[in-house]
């Protein structure tokens, strides 16, 4: 595809559940982030990765999260034993490095 | 690690004025400092971007100005209209493999 796409685009869990959302970089990308951003907030950064080095994981708010990047292009967060305060939009951006991020349209993230 | 700090985090202005988002950043080091801007609902997408080469950047009604020096940058929006009301983050970087830190963003909203 021609941009970042991101899957599922909805997802709604019960409280204590693990979550897996997906992320599909631009094709050549090096960077990928994952953000969180919720209802009317800003970009809240979780972690990046950047070719082959080590990831950068100080954003990532719990050790109930996680992330890792499987062959230089696809990525995967997992939220395990999701809380209500999770509710939010995952967003995925990857980037030549140093070079605009482009961004997906976001995984809306509903604990009930 | 880079700190980008933003201001104000909301903004009105009338129609046809000019609206001026602030930031700062730490790191001495940064050279890229770009602007994306997030309409309601939608993803961020960058509306402009500077390196440390230059002071000034202008394309249209938007430009961007740094000062090294102080290590500060702004986003000028001249002859403002209801289009530009949205979310506008700035960010800082060193490009090259080192990540993009995203200030915390600034809701500006345009009066017709």
């Known amino acids: 595809g021609a941009g970042v796409s991101q899957s599922p685009s909805n997802k709604v869990t019960e409280k204590g559940k693990d979550v897996e959302l997906r992320c599909d970089p631009i094709?050549?990308?090096?960077?990928l982030y994952w953000y969180r951003q919720s209802l009317g907030q800003g970009l809240e950064f979780l972690i990046y990765?950047?070719?082959?080095?080590?990831?950068?994981k100080s954003g990532l708010p719990s050790d109930r999260f996680s992330a890792e990047r499987t062959g230089g292009s696809v990525s995967t967060l997992t939220i395990q034993r999701t809380q209500q305060e999770d509710s939010a939009v995952y967003l995925c951006?990857?980037?030549?490095?140093?070079?605009?991020?482009?961004f997906g349209s976001g995984t809306q993230l509903s604990v009930l | 690690g880079e700190n980008v700090e933003q201001h104000p985090s909301t903004l009105s202005v009338q129609e046809g004025d000019s609206a001026v988002i602030k930031c700062t950043y730490s790191?001495?080091?940064?050279?890229?400092f770009p602007w994306y801007k997030q309409e309601l609902g939608k993803r961020p997408q960058l509306i402009i971007d500077?390196?440390?080469?230059?002071g000034e950047k202008k394309d249209q009604r938007i430009a961007v100005t740094l000062n090294k020096t102080a290590k500060h940058f702004s986003l000028h929006i001249t002859e403002t209209q209801p289009e530009d009301s949205a979310v506008y983050f700035c960010a800082a970087g060193f490009g090259g493999y080192q990540k993009v830190t995203f200030g915390t963003g600034t809701k500006l909203q345009v009066i017709p």
């Open positions: 790191d001495s080091a940064s050279n890229y």
């Open positions: 094709s050549g990308h090096t960077a």
């Open positions: 500077i390196r440390s080469n230059v």
């Open positions: 951006a990857s980037s030549l490095e140093g070079r605009k991020l482009f």
């Open positions: 990765f950047q070719g082959n080095s080590a990831p950068d």
